[in-house]
């Protein structure tokens, strides 16, 4: 229930302060999950239907207002059925947004209007011109549990943002803290940014959120959080980070396909507060895995796309190559901890598989406030992300490992081959005899036979071959890599893991 005395307050008063009150008092009390008011026909239907709500565009909020920005709403249905309250923030009020039937269309969908009309809204999205003067484009969807999506001119819709994590990829099972309420500001008529609140809730944990949205070439979303546990969590995953590898020239598809690659992302990039670059591809495994890299305030973690070429995806419906990558950069020290990665096996591109969060080592107190706070921000230009004055790995491929025989023709020898391309304006700087070494490390699973450098004419970078001879192929395979010239480190460093085959 929505305190009465925020509706008092003009709206230059009312701040996160004000939402985290809320949040506060929620986790004092006993969790109450919402209540669906959803009509069966609508919680029973299939995505094509669900589809075919639309929101009307000529009832946009906002559409008679001298402001850039628009917002449009969610209909419930399938599983997005419990409502959100969304409210608007004002000079002098905070309002309800009233849902309406009206403010849709419903297609071929048949329905009842009196079960419908006072259902409330499943979620948002936020429109702006990123493109074009005269078009309102869609830049942020906040739709299902705490779950949201950003992108930036010229991007589609790819990997989810998350509000909060807890116990993802434990035996007990991942709980999924939802937003149930947001209060958006009214923009100024030259505003060039939006701010909006939300109030998170689950059975062991509230929260209160502060969101300020900067569209552009690449979007930026500027959070502040205030977190609360009711009760005690396993793990608790800040700035969670959701997204899709099904295959790629590192893992290709087990089956026949015109497409070389699908995945909304290729691997996780991690700036460590030591000022170490990592880089570790993404798989599919056949069992779930969790991998963690220790950090002690982490400059910046995501999960990109690196691949930007049409040709590396060849795919005109989904176009992979539009989709952005996911950066976080924290602000001030969040202390020591661990960025984890969880893959989680998938047999199609429709599960979201791989979750990546930072998970404090001391976890709050039950009760106590746990303040965060870091900018988001959705782009195609991964190479700007990344330190000048560090390489950065451009792709990893993955094949069976052979020998070329005196007779010119190559023969499997039963390793598994790896082909490692590096790149960046510091490799592009050195002369190509410059004499680049590897510093490789592979655990004891493995036999290498193989470790070559050589200079790639076509990138101006330079190319790294491994061949291991795997020991056990039921067993995952651990191995690093980091181009040096002497005593100086060139590159991030490739973290791989070999999942187990079986």
Same mark, same amino acid.
């Given at each position: 229930?929505?305190?009465?005395?925020?509706?008092?307050?003009?709206?230059?008063a009312f701040s996160i302060d004000d939402v985290a009150k809320q949040a506060q008092e929620l986790a004092s009390k006993g969790?109450?999950?919402?209540?669906?008011?959803?009509?069966?026909?609508?919680?029973?239907? /299939?995505?094509?239907?669900?589809?075919?709500?639309?929101?009307?565009?000529?009832?946009?909020?906002?559409?008679?207002?001298?402001?850039?920005?628009?917002?449009?709403?969610?209909?419930?249905?399938?599983?997005?059925?419990?409502?959100?309250?969304?409210?608007?923030? %004002?000079?002098?009020?905070?309002?309800?947004? /009233?849902?309406?039937?009206?403010?849709?269309?419903?297609?071929?969908?048949?329905?009842?209007? @009196?079960?419908?009309?006072?259902?409330?809204?499943?979620?948002?999205?936020?429109?702006?011109?990123?493109?074009?003067?005269?078009?309102?484009?869609?830049?942020?969807?906040?739709?299902?549990?705490?779950?949201?999506?950003?992108?930036?001119?010229?991007?589609?819709?790819?990997?989810?943002?998350?509000?909060?994590?807890?116990?993802?990829?434990?035996?007990?099972?991942? +709980?999924?803290?939802?937003?149930?309420?947001?209060?958006?500001?009214?923009?100024?008529?030259?505003?060039?940014?939006?701010?909006?609140?939300?109030?998170?809730?689950?059975?062991?944990?509230?929260?209160?959120?502060?969101?300020?949205?900067?569209?552009? &070439?690449?979007?930026?979303?500027?959070?502040?959080?205030?977190?609360?546990?009711? @009760?005690?969590?396993?793990?608790?995953?800040?700035?969670?980070?959701?997204?899709?590898?099904?295959?790629?020239?590192?893992? *290709?598809?087990?089956?026949?396909?015109?497409?070389?690659?699908?995945?909304?992302?290729?691997?996780?990039?991690?700036?460590?507060?030591?000022?170490?670059?990592?880089?570790?591809?993404?798989?599919?495994? &056949?069992?779930?895995?969790?991998?963690?890299?220790?950090?002690?305030?982490?400059?910046?973690?995501?999960?990109?796309?690196?691949?930007?070429?049409?040709?590396?995806?060849?795919?005109?419906?989904?176009?992979?190559?539009?989709? *952005?990558?996911?950066?976080?950069?924290?602000?001030?020290?969040?202390?020591?901890?661990?960025?984890?990665?969880? +893959?989680?096996?998938?047999?199609?591109?429709?599960? @979201?598989?791989?979750?990546?969060?930072?998970?404090?080592?001391?976890?709050?107190?039950?009760?106590?406030?746990?303040?965060?706070?870091?900018?988001? %921000?959705?782009?195609?230009?991964?190479?700007?992300?990344?330190?000048?004055?560090?390489?950065?790995?451009?792709? %990893?491929?993955?094949?069976?490992?052979?020998?070329?025989?005196?007779?010119?023709?190559? /023969?499997?020898?039963?390793?598994?081959?790896?082909?490692?391309?590096?790149?960046?304006?510091?490799?592009?700087? $050195?002369?190509?005899?410059?004499?680049?070494?590897?510093?490789?490390?592979?655990?004891?699973?493995? +036999?290498?036979?193989?470790?070559?450098?050589?200079?790639?004419?076509?990138?101006?970078?330079?190319?790294?071959t491994l061949r291991l001879r795997v020991k056990d192929e039921k067993q995952p395979t651990d191995m690093r890599a980091a $181009?040096?010239?002497?005593?100086?480190?060139?590159?991030?460093?490739?973290?791989?893991?070999?999942?187990?085959?079986?």
């Amino acid at each position: 229930m929505v305190l009465l005395s925020l509706y008092a307050l003009p709206a230059s008063a009312f701040s996160i302060d004000d939402v985290a009150k809320q949040a506060q008092e929620l986790a004092s009390k006993g969790y109450e999950a919402p209540k669906s008011n959803l009509p069966s026909q609508f919680r029973e239907m /299939k995505f094509a239907d669900y589809q075919q709500i639309q929101f009307n565009h000529d009832k946009s909020y906002w559409h008679d207002d001298p402001t850039r920005f628009k917002l449009e709403f969610y209909h419930q249905g399938m599983y997005f059925d419990t409502p959100v309250k969304i409210n608007e923030v %004002t000079a002098t009020t905070v309002k309800d947004i /009233k849902y309406s039937p009206d403010l849709f269309n419903f297609g071929s969908v048949k329905h009842d209007p @009196d079960l419908v009309k006072n259902l409330g809204f499943a979620g948002f999205k936020i429109l702006y011109p990123i493109n074009k003067a005269d078009k309102s484009d869609e830049i942020v969807s906040m739709l299902g549990a705490s779950y949201f999506r950003v992108i930036g001119k010229g991007q589609v819709y790819g990997l989810s943002a998350r509000g909060l994590a807890i116990d993802t990829a434990l035996p007990s099972g991942e +709980e999924f803290p939802r937003f149930r309420e947001f209060w958006i500001e009214h923009p100024h008529p030259n505003d060039k940014h939006l701010v909006f609140y939300a109030l998170l809730d689950s059975p062991r944990a509230t929260g209160a959120y502060r969101f300020v949205v900067y569209p552009g &070439r690449d979007t930026g979303v500027e959070v502040q959080a205030k977190i609360f546990l009711r @009760d005690k969590v396993g793990k608790l995953g800040i700035a969670p980070l959701t997204s899709m590898f099904l295959f790629g020239p590192n893992q *290709p598809s087990p089956t026949m396909n015109y497409r070389p690659a699908l995945h909304d992302s290729d691997g996780l990039s991690i700036h460590a507060g030591n000022g170490e670059w990592i880089w570790r591809p993404l798989n599919n495994p &056949r069992h779930l895995s969790v991998s963690t890299f220790q950090v002690e305030n982490p400059r910046g973690f995501g999960l990109l796309q690196r691949g930007r070429a049409f040709s590396q995806y060849e795919d005109l419906d989904e176009r992979y190559d539009l989709r *952005p990558s996911g950066w976080i950069e924290p602000h001030g020290d969040w202390g020591k901890g661990h960025v984890e990665l969880v +893959e989680i096996p998938t047999a199609d591109e429709t599960n @979201d598989n791989i979750v990546a969060f930072w998970t404090p080592e001391k976890l709050p107190e039950v009760g106590k406030p746990f303040d965060i706070a870091y900018r988001m %921000t959705f782009t195609r230009d991964e190479e700007k992300i990344h330190s000048p004055d560090v390489a950065y790995v451009q792709q %990893t491929m993955r094949s069976a490992g052979d020998v070329k025989q005196s007779n010119l023709i190559r /023969k499997p020898d039963g390793t598994t081959a790896f082909v490692v391309d590096f790149m960046g304006p510091v490799l592009k700087a $050195l002369p190509e005899n410059t004499p680049v070494a590897s510093q490789l490390s592979v655990g004891a699973n493995a +036999e290498v036979v193989e470790n070559n450098v050589r200079y790639n004419p076509v990138t101006h970078g330079w190319r790294l071959t491994l061949r291991l001879r795997v020991k056990d192929e039921k067993q995952p395979t651990d191995m690093r890599a980091a $181009l040096v010239n002497g005593d100086k480190t060139l590159t991030e460093t490739w973290s791989y893991l070999l999942p187990a085959n079986e």
